[in-house]
C-alpha cells in the first residue's frame, strides 16, 4: 500500500470525534487521494532525495513527505493540494485548465484542518505541506489555505511543522499572513526565466507573479520569523532550457533572494496534458543539477569554477561535476600535508567533514599514505588521480584531463 493509498484509508476512517463541531463525519477517500496525488510533483526534501534514488522510475510522493525543520530535525508530512482545480494552462500539469477535464476536488478549511489534526493526534504526521491550484483566483484559494493553518494554530493549538505555498499572484498581505503561520513558505518558480516559463506556462507572468512574490518573502522575511526559510522548485527539460540557465537562476535564488533551498524535477510528460508528447528528461539531469546546487551551496564553489562542469552548449555531462571543476582548477595533485580547507574540499572524494579532519589529523605527524586518508572517511579512488601522498601521486595533469 502507498503512502498515498494510506493516508486515504486513514481520512476516511477518521471520524473527527476529537475536534467538535463536525463529529462523526467522514472525508471522502476520492478527494483525499486525489488531491493527495495531485502533489506528486511537488517537491520537499525526501522526494527530491528519493526521486534520485530510485533511478528515474517515479515515485510515489503524494500523501506523504519528508521534510527538515529549520533545526535541521527531518518529519513527515500530511502532503496535499487544497484544491486541484487551477485556471493556469502549465503544459505539463495535470491540473491545470488545458489538460483533459477531470474531476475537480478542494477542501474546506474546516475539512483540511480537521483530518490534519487527527492525522497528528495519532502520530501519523508531525506536520503539514500544503499547496494548491488556484481554484477560482488566487486571493480566495490563498485565504482559505491560510485560514486551515489558522484553525490549526489557533482553535486546535497545532504546534506542528506547516509548508505552505504562496500561490502565484498571492497579495503582499496573504504572503505575510502565511509566513506568520507557516515554518516554511514557497513559489513555484518552475522556469529559470520569463521566456522558459512563457514556453511552460503562457498565462503566467514570470516578474509579477512569481519573483515579486518571493521578494515579498525575502523582504517582509526581516520582520516575520520563518525558521525554515523560503525555497522553490523548477522543471527540468519541459521548454529547451540549459542547465547553464537553471543555473544562472540558481546563483540569483542564493545570492539575491536569500533562499534555503532550490529543488528540480525531472520532465515527465504525463496523459492529458499539453506536453504528453514532449520528450521525458532524464533522471541524471535533475540528479547533476542537485549535485551543483551542493557544490555552490555548501561548498561555497565559485561560478568561475562551476562553469568548468558545463559543455560548449551549457549542459551538464552525466558525470560527477566535481572532478571535472577538480580537472580544470588544480595545476598540480594536492598535498594534503600542506594543503588549505578550501584546496582539500575541492578534491573529489573530500567533502566538508573530511577536510576537517585531515587538518585535525595533520596536527599529529604527516600523512603518508593513502590508507591513512581513507580513515579519515576519504574515498580513496576518487580522490586518488588529485592527490599527492608520501611523495607519490597517481595521476600526471595530462591523465586528467584524458
Ligand atoms: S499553477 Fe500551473 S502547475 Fe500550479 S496547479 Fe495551476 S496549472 Fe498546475
Redesign the pocket.
Known amino acids: 500500500m502507498t503512502a498515498l493509498e494510506k493516508m486515504a484509508r486513514l481520512a476516511m476512517e477518521s471520524r473527527f470525534d476529537s475536534v467538535g463541531p463536525a463529529s462523526g463525519r467522514t472525508i471522502d477517500h476520492a478527494k483525499v487521494d486525489a488531491l493527495g496525488r495531485g502533489t506528486k510533483y511537488d517537491l520537499c526534501s525526501s522526494t527530491a532525495t528519493r526521486r534520485r534514488s530510485v533511478g528515474g522510475r517515479e515515485a510515489s510522493t503524494g500523501g506523504i513527505c519528508h521534510s527538515f525543520t529549520g533545526s535541521g530535525r527531518c518529519v513527515s508530512l500530511f502532503k496535499t493540494l487544497y484544491t486541484n482545480a ?1 485556471p ?3 503544459g505539463y ?1 495535470p ?2 485548465s488545458v489538460s483533459a477535464r477531470k474531476k475537480t476536488f478542494s477542501y474546506t478549511h474546516e475539512e483540511l484542518a480537521r483530518i490534519t489534526l487527527d492525522l497528528y493526534r495519532e502520530n501519523r504526521i508531525e506536520g503539514l505541506f500544503l499547496s494548491s ?2 481554484g477560482r483566483d488566487e486571493e480566495e484559494t490563498m485565504e482559505e489555505m491560510i485560514e486551515a493553518v489558522r484553525l490549526l494554530r489557533f482553535a486546535h493549538h497545532f504546534s506542528g511543522y506547516v509548508h505552505l505555498k504562496i500561490l ?1 499572484g498571492s497579495s503582499k498581505e496573504h504572503v505575510r499572513q502565511s509566513m506568520e503561520l507557516a515554518d516554511r513558505v514557497s513559489v ?1 518558480l ?1 522556469g529559470p526565466s520569463a521566456a522558459r516559463v512563457a514556453e511552460l ?1 503562457p498565462s503566467k507572468e514570470y516578474e509579477n507573479d512569481i519573483l515579486a512574490r518571493q521578494r515579498y518573502i525575502r523582504d517582509l522575511s526581516r520582520e516575520v520569523s520563518l525558521p525554515a526559510g523560503q525555497t522553490t522548485q523548477m522543471v527540468v527539460g519541459a521548454a529547451g532550457e540549459t542547465d547553464r540557465e537553471i543555473f544562472d537562476r540558481i546563483l540569483f535564488e542564493y545570492d539575491v533572494l536569500n533562499l534555503k533551498r532550490v529543488y528540480f524535477s525531472a520532465f515527465t510528460p504525463l496523459a492529458g496534458t499539453a506536453f504528453s508528447d514532449r520528450v521525458k528528461a532524464p533522471a541524471w539531469r535533475e540528479h547533476r543539477l542537485y549535485q551543483i546546487d551542493w557544490l555552490r551551496r555548501v561548498y561555497k564553489l565559485e561560478e568561475g569554477e562551476i562553469a568548468a562542469a558545463f559543455d560548449d552548449d551549457g549542459f551538464l555531462r552525466n558525470s560527477d561535476p566535481k572532478v571535472a571543476i577538480a580537472r580544470s582548477s588544480f595545476e598540480e595533485p594536492v598535498d594534503p600535508n600542506g594543503a588549505t580547507f578550501a584546496e582539500l574540499i575541492r578534491v573529489p572524494g573530500i567533502g566538508p567533514k573530511t577536510a576537517k579532519r585531515i587538518l585535525l589529523r595533520r596536527k599529529n605527524g604527516r600523512i603518508e599514505r593513502m590508507r591513512d586518508l581513507a580513515k579519515l572517511g576519504v574515498a580513496a579512488r576518487r580522490a586518488g588521480p588529485f592527490l599527492q601522498v608520501g611523495g607519490k601521486f597517481a595521476a600526471t595533469l595530462d591523465r586528467w584531463g584524458a
Open positions: 487551477c493556469h494552462d502549465c500539469c491540473n491545470a491550484g488556484l502565484p513555484n518552475e506556462c
